[in-house]
């Protein structure tokens, strides 16, 4: 199958460019190789290089920005039987998450916000099916193999395998 990837350079994206690029083709998106999702043009690119995709990992986030990048490439993908894996955070449910911080609160809205936006998304339109997944804060191997799963579920079921 052919995967898309945002944050494919570090931490928790590098580990599953690796991982996932043993079994898949896999393009990935960065600030490293020229695509910044605070940029409307940088996002128009990376739904258009991401047009034969598959599948779509909505990982970097970047404060508004992945609520923007996951409803940009949902309508883009607008019908077709293709999957969008949005990684969360428990933080976004969690009332207690940076009580007395105000970046931690910024980070916990905006991901609220993207959980609320994948929420609206998958009630509204069949396809493309969203997957939120919420990140095992900081536990990459947990984290593969259970984005792994999800991916192997989503081939199994459209390509029949």
């Not at 739904?47 to 779509?56: A, L, Y």
């Not at 990048?69 to 019908?79: D, I, K, N």
């Not at 609160?105 to 916000?113: A, D, G, L, S, V």
């Not at 919420?134 to 991916?151: A, P, R, S, T």
Request: charge should be neutral; aromatic fraction near 12%; proline fraction near 2%.
């Amino acid at each position: 199958m052919n995967i898309a990837l945002t944050g494919h350079s570090k931490g928790l994206g590098k580990a599953l460019f690796e991982f996932l690029s043993q079994k898949h083709e896999i393009i990935g998106f960065s600030r490293s190789n020229g695509y910044d999702i605070k940029s409307p043009f940088d996002r128009k690119k990376i739904i258009k290089e991401s047009k034969d995709c598959d599948i779509f990992i909505n990982l970097v986030h970047n404060y508004y920005h992945q609520a923007d990048l996951l409803f940009e490439s949902h309508r883009a993908w607008s019908g077709e039987k293709k999957l969008i894996i949005c990684i969360g955070s428990n933080a976004a449910n969690d009332p207690e998450f940076g009580k007395g911080d105000y970046s931690l609160i910024e980070y916990r809205t905006q991901k609220k916000n993207v959980l609320t936006m994948a929420e609206n998304l998958q009630h509204s339109f069949e396809w493309p099916h969203i997957n939120l997944y919420e990140i095992q804060e900081i536990n990459f191997e947990v984290d593969k193999e259970n984005l792994n799963k999800i991916v192997d579920i989503y081939e199994r079921k459209i390509f029949k395998k």
